[in-house]
């Protein structure tokens, strides 16, 4: 499966909820705080329907965790079927290609070699199924 | 003596599975740490890392040596993990580190083999009722 266009969808929404996203890997000179994603693995045993794993890392440096904690809130949302906030239960469509709707698997606070470095870590399960 | 395949020790908890039921969460305990372990990482060279502003050396193997498994029977669960203080760094990468992920590629890629020892289990255990 191509998962350039969800990763395009996933990239301009996160964009909505914070001002530094980036796939893979930030610069190093980059200002805090901002956020990473990644796909880090997939597993295509099902038939049409593709389970991608998205990573969404959430970097701050502060002494105070009231900011990255309200960015990961953000970013996740209110988890509603109906009309869901964030990425969880977010359902992407993608013209007549592809249907995916994303579930959180579970959400990290890890710790960093650097003190000083906050960081959060949110899972998620995507269901991505092809249309034929 | 020759040495054991990942998959001799498969059959071997199989059977011991078999005759004892009950021991099914240790013997999947140690066939995931034989899992993990040929997963995890051994830098050829020292590495180093910083711990609160500390700069800590770590010798090669340190992480393979690190994993095991802990069967808790109050709980009556399994835990799988590493002690070495930078085991996190290694799974989720830090920002100095990049990610070389052992323990959950591990598990899922043996997750079938971990559910069908259990369905093994209770069938033995229902046999005995």
């Known amino acids: 499966m191509n998962i350039l266009e969800l990763k395009k969808q996933i990239q301009l929404f996160l964009k909505t909820k914070a001002d530094r996203v980036y796939f893979r890997k930030a610069n190093e000179k980059t200002a805090f705080p901002y956020v990473v994603f990644n796909f880090p693995d997939s597993d295509a045993d099902f038939f049409e329907r593709e389970d991608i794993i998205l990573e969404v890392d959430i970097w701050d440096k502060s002494n105070i965790t009231t900011a990255i904690d309200t960015l990961t809130g953000t970013i996740d949302g209110n988890g509603d079927i109906k009309s869901p906030t964030g990425l969880n239960r977010k359902s992407i469509n993608i013209d007549s290609y592809l249907r995916a709707k994303i579930y959180r698997i579970n959400r990290y606070t890890i710790d960093d070699e650097e003190k000083k470095i906050e960081r959060r870590q949110l899972r998620y399960k995507v269901k991505a199924y092809l249309l034929s | ?129």
């Open chain 2, 1 to 129: 003596m020759a040495r054991k395949t990942y998959e001799s020790r498969i059959e071997e908890a199989k059977k011991k599975i078999k005759e004892k039921p009950t021991t099914a969460l240790r013997e999947i305990g140690k066939l995931l740490v034989t899992a993990v372990r040929k997963k995890a990482s051994r830098s050829k060279k020292s590495r180093t890392y910083y711990l609160n502003g500390k700069k800590i050396i770590v010798k090669p193997g340190r992480l393979k040596k690190s994993v095991g498994y802990w069967y808790r029977k109050k709980e009556n669960d399994l835990l799988i993990g590493s002690k070495a203080f930078y085991a996190h760094f290694e799974e989720f990468g830090s920002s100095k580190n990049p990610k070389n992920p052992f323990l959950m590629p591990a598990v899922f890629e043996n997750k079938d083999m971990v559910q069908s020892m259990i369905m093994s289990a209770l069938k033995e255990l229902e046999k005995d009722k």
